[in-house]
């Protein structure tokens, strides 16, 4: 079993807003032994952002807080010819989370703050990634990485997903799945991930998947709401799309204009019953929340 190397830095950048020092704390180099990455990153408090970059570096971490501001663990070893990376930050705070729980969901008079780690993953290695996200904030963009397979799950954290420069997925996507607790998500330009299957958990949180733009390829999405909101952009009506749901009475589904009942808790557009070849298909379950479909 080899040993990746992981290398701290000391050396400072200056950060545009409020010319805050933005100092890298972790490198993880590349290692011509590996053909993928494994990458479990946990955030249990704080804000985090993950970028591509223009590096070789498998990894690459920057943050405006010094490391002894902020509590981590970290591991990494290679398997076959994967890189595992296992990498827990926690920002240290005078408030405990039961006063951030608080904050969420009643609105106490802490404000967020402003300390942040920023991520930076090689464009040209494919990743499996796995992202945990406690409190706070966290922004994902994936335009032109390389990603394998995708989970985030998130607690009471607000999570953007995107791809902000419009390029699609360097590879195919075995799976794209995402968890909300009491949290957000929003999972924007879906049509970009080349995933066949999406998975979505909803439990009192709220969430948004965009497939609001031309797939490329057939989408399979499954869902499940518990007593949380879910809303689903839907492409142009000559997209084929069908709808499958399993509800209670406790719950509410409000759908699209274009989606017509074709069978028992089964809903269409025109599109779809004049070829459902390569349909846009969502198998969703929902008990005491509510499911919006919405037209682009």
């Not at 952009?233 to 759908?255: A, F, G, K």
Request: charged fraction near 25%.
């Amino acid at each position: 079993m080899r040993k990746i190397v992981l290398l701290f830095f000391i050396g400072e950048l200056c950060s545009v807003e409020g010319l805050t020092q933005v100092k890298k704390q972790f490198t993880v180099e590349k290692n011509e032994a590996c053909n993928r990455v494994e990458l479990c990153l946990k955030a249990k408090t704080g804000n985090c952002f993950i970028r591509p970059s223009q590096n070789s570096e498998l990894l690459n971490i920057y943050s405006n807080q010094d490391l002894q501001e902020y509590s981590h663990s970290f591991s990494n070893e290679v398997k076959g010819k994967t890189c595992m990376v296992k990498l827990s930050l926690e920002q240290e705070s005078q408030h405990g989370v039961g006063s951030k729980i608080s904050y969420r969901v009643f609105g106490s008079d802490e404000k967020p703050n402003d300390k942040f780690w920023k991520v930076y993953l090689a464009e040209d290695m494919p990743y499996s990634l796995d992202l945990d996200y406690g409190l706070g904030n966290a922004n994902v963009d994936l335009a032109g990485l390389s990603i394998s397979k995708l989970k985030i799950n998130t607690g009471s954290a607000d999570v953007n997903v995107s791809y902000s420069s419009d390029q699609r997925n360097k590879v195919d996507m075995d799976t794209f799945y995402i968890k909300v607790d009491m949290g957000s998500l929003t999972a924007r330009q879906l049509n970009l991930t080349r995933s066949k299957l999406v998975l979505a958990d909803v439990g009192f949180g709220n969430m948004l998947l965009d497939f609001s733009d031309k797939p490329s390829m057939a989408h399979r999405i499954k869902g499940s709401v518990g007593a949380g909101n879910l809303i689903i952009y839907l492409p142009d009506n000559d997209i084929p799309v069908i709808v499958r749901i399993t509800d209670s009475w406790l719950c509410s589904v409000n759908l699209a204009h274009s989606l017509k009942k074709i069978g028992e808790n089964t809903f269409a557009n025109a599109a779809y019953t004049k070829n459902p070849k390569d349909a846009l298909t969502f198998d969703l379950d929902v008990s005491m929340g509510k499911i919006i479909f919405k037209e682009h």
